[in-house]
């Protein structure tokens, strides 16, 4: 049977959809990977707002004759998902669609009543994706599949199967496939990789869909591949690819269990010693109490050559990180002298933070920027203005608040603009600040010219129809280029 994925971006490279192979996203890649194995014929469709969908999609259907489509959605994706959808009905009304990922498993009312929409999946999709092809396959009506909602083409009547329990072992999971995304990849010399560590976050932070979709199914939602697991995939990844330089290991803490995360670490170093040239390691890391003053942690970093993590700060405001966004509990002094010692023992370290929150002030914001100038970030700092994402407690409580601007109905300024209207941040007050933010916390310790360039990025992000302008652009020129 014919499958087509589609995975869409809205900010994306200037020459293709992905940077690097460190971009490639996992929860579409399972899909597409887990349907390749069970025998079908799988495509990879990555859509921007530069791609002339009607004109792909016609010609993909014509070409590859597809019986199902999968559409994946965060919330801020939705807008060009409905428009891929819609327009695929469009052109063969008998085909089946379903949608998956965070924004339809919280909102599954809303997804099913799309009207090119068949199936909603709610929850982990691998194992309800492939009962849904063999049923299609088979001719039947798709029906009693766990973890989707399935829309009666006839009566319109909506079938609420329920949902399976996440996934226990994750190494019963395939490596995904990679060959798929190398046309939609720019920058093939950068040889960073993301490889999966973990499913599921121990923290319920109100901005982020984590709380909501532990909540989905029953069973562990916070689980971990066997460090033996882990490696047998970058080995796969070296064969793929000899000059593979940085795995970055990719879960929401890599600190939640330490004694799997020294297990994992050890396991690590075993491996780089079969190696003539040792591979380096990210990951993400949320500060707590196990881990501030944690020497033997950081040493255990550096023996395995884990050599950058990323950490969230978020705000610099210890009473907007306790009250509004409900971040493990930790004083700033915590984070400065766990970024110390990251410095003495040479681990480099992104900051995360957010601007714009609700409930946050100019004097909030400031306490962020000097923390964050104490922390001195070495690897940077990942600076987004704050978007409320539907099916967050921080959503709803901006929706309470009524702060929720015009400019919250489109995605459009995700991360980059304000659409709150706050009393005490105004939305230029907000914008100024992220534009000069870099600015303000590397004066003096970065030169001059690192400064002016990361300024204007930050510049152009925060007037997207300019981006995108600019993005066609440069995207013409390439494809011009390519042709000639």
């Known amino acids: 049977m014919n499958v087509v994925c589609v995975y869409s971006l809205s900010t994306f490279s200037l020459k293709k959809e992905l940077y690097s192979p460190g971009d490639i996203p996992f929860g579409i890649s399972f899909i597409a990977t887990i349907l390749k194995q069970a025998g079908h014929n799988v495509k990879l469709v990555v859509v921007t707002p530069t791609t002339p969908l009607e004109k792909k999609l016609q010609a993909l259907i014509d070409d590859f004759n597809p019986d199902l489509f999968c559409l994946t959605a965060v919330s801020s994706q939705i807008p060009i998902i409905k428009q891929v959808g819609e327009i695929i009905k469009n052109i063969d009304p008998s085909v089946f669609i379903v949608l998956g990922g965070a924004h339809p498993t919280l909102n599954p009312e809303e997804v099913i009543n799309y009207d090119f929409a068949n199936a909603v999946c709610v929850g982990e999709g691998e194992d309800a994706v492939i009962e849904l092809s063999r049923q299609i396959e088979s001719g039947i009506n798709p029906a009693g599949i766990h973890n989707l909602w399935i829309k009666d083409p006839g009566s319109g009547t909506i079938e609420q199967n329920p949902t399976r329990p996440f996934h226990d072992d994750l190494d019963n999971l395939p490596f995904i496939d990679r060959e798929m995304w190398e046309p939609y990849i720019s920058n093939k010399k950068d040889m960073i990789y993301t490889v999966l560590a973990g499913r599921g976050c121990p923290n319920r932070c109100t901005y982020c869909s984590n709380h909501a979709l532990a909540k989905v199914t029953t069973g562990r939602y916070v689980r971990f591949r066997s460090p033996d697991n882990i490696v047998a995939e970058i080995q796969s990844l070296i064969k793929h690819d000899p000059l593979v330089e940085t795995v970055f290991l990719e879960t929401e803490t890599l600190g939640v269990n330490l004694k799997y995360t020294h297990r994992l670490l050890d396991r690590l170093i075993e491996f780089n010693k079969t190696l003539t040239k040792p591979l380096k390691f990210g990951t993400n890391l949320a500060l707590t109490t196990k881990i501030q003053n944690n020497r033997e942690l950081l040493q255990a970093f550096k023996d395995a050559n884990l050599d950058f993590f990323r950490i969230g700060l978020e705000s610099g ?60 970030p070495t690897f940077g700092v990942s600076v987004n203005i704050f978007f409320p994402y539907p099916g967050t407690r921080l959503f709803d409580l901006c929706k309470e608040q009524n702060l929720l601007g015009e400019k919250s109905r489109t995605t459009i300024f995700e991360r980059t603009a304000t659409v709150l209207e706050l009393p005490g941040f105004s939305p230029w007050q907000v914008k100024k600040e992220f534009i000069l933010f870099y600015y303000k916390v590397y004066k003096g310790y970065k030169p001059w010219y690192d400064i002016a360039a990361k300024t204007i990025r930050y510049t152009i992000d925060t007037f997207p129809t300019v981006k995108r302008f600019l993005s066609k652009i440069v995207h013409f020129k390439s494809v011009l280029f390519s042709r000639g």
Not at 334 to 340: A, H, Q, S, V
Not at 344 to 357: A, C, M, Q, R
């Open 317 to 376: 405001s210890e009473k907007v990180r306790q009250e509004i966004l409900n971040r493990p509990k930790y004083y700033n002094k915590d984070l400065i002298e766990f970024c110390r010692l990251a410095r003495e023992f040479d681990v480099k370290y992104t900051i995360n933070l957010l601007i714009g929150l609700p409930g946050e002030t100019i004097e909030d914001f400031q306490e962020t920027v000097d923390i964050t100038r104490k922390c001195r």
